[in-house]
């Protein structure tokens, strides 16, 4: 059996009590047999593969190493995930470097295929640095199959963070973020932005992303959000308004299907 986070409660009481336990239920995670079975088949073969086509060749090997970077949907999409890995990320026409989403780059460079001779697959510490990864995304995919809202908010704390300390121009910083579908989702619910407002020009929705997050945080930096407190406000308030959606959906289908009754 796969394990399984204990996650009681919905909304911030329910965030909360994640955070306070979230310590102990790793521990538990990463002492289930089949995390343990992954993490032993990852170590023994890792040090072994020096192209991206040996790796995208072993479904397993592929699997945790995509997950780690939160890529796992493209498991199936061996021909790309070997174009981006054979591409590296040290030219700067590279498919990793051209696509928005950076953590295709940041997947490349960390293997080093299309970059060095010998990849980084040779270092000791390789099996180390790419599990640590695997476990915290293994986790959040675990939380996610109960409350996606908590799966994204983890990521968030992670990801905005990294994003935030980064040196790239803070336009830069929105621009990878409006790159990222689980950050852009995070930002958009939690400053009550449609859906539909990924359709509109990319230079509009840095300019409304900039006024919101002023409005609401009284800057319209990413770089604020190196601040603690001001990540917690984000997650606080991107999870109050998620709840407050599913609640608004729930409403209304209630409501239909009542009208429904009615007419029958």
Not at 1 to 19: C, D
Not at 126 to 149: C, H, K, M, W, Y
Not at 177 to 194: D, K, M, S, W, Y
Not at 205 to 226: D, M
């Amino acid at each position: 059996m796969s394990f399984q986070p204990i996650v009681p409660l919905s909304g911030f009481t329910g965030w909360s009590f994640l955070k306070r336990t979230m310590a102990r239920q790793q521990v538990a995670q990463q002492a289930a047999p089949a995390q343990q079975r992954d993490e032993a088949y990852f170590r023994g073969k890792i040090g072994k593969v020096t192209t991206a086509e040996q790796l995208v060749s072993d479904k397993r090997l592929l699997r945790i190493a995509l997950t780690a970077f939160g890529l796992e949907g493209d498991l199936n999409s061996t021909a790309f995930v070997r174009k981006v890995l054979e591409g590296g990320t040290l030219k700067e026409g590279s498919l990793a470097n051209k696509l928005a989403d950076k953590q295709y780059q940041k997947f490349s460079s960390a293997f080093g295929f299309g970059d060095y001779s010998v990849p980084r697959t040779k270092i000791s510490t390789f099996p180390d640095e790419i599990l640590s990864a695997f476990r915290a995304r293994s986790f959040e995919t675990a939380v996610g199959d109960q409350n996606n809202t908590y799966r994204l908010a983890l990521n968030a704390e992670r990801e905005v963070a990294a994003v935030a300390a980064g040196s790239s121009s803070d336009n830069a910083k929105w621009y990878t973020i409006l790159g990222n579908q689980p950050l852009r989702e995070v930002f958009q619910t939690a400053l009550g932005l449609p859906k539909s407002f990924a359709s509109i020009d990319i230079d509009q929705q840095l300019s409304v992303l900039k006024s919101r997050t002023a409005a609401a945080f009284g800057a319209e930096t990413v770089s604020q959000f190196k601040d603690p407190a001001r990540m917690e406000a984000l997650v606080r308030r991107y999870i109050t308004r998620a709840e407050m959606q599913d609640q608004g959906a729930a409403s209304s289908s209630s409501s239909i299907a009542l009208q429904l009754l009615r007419r029958r």
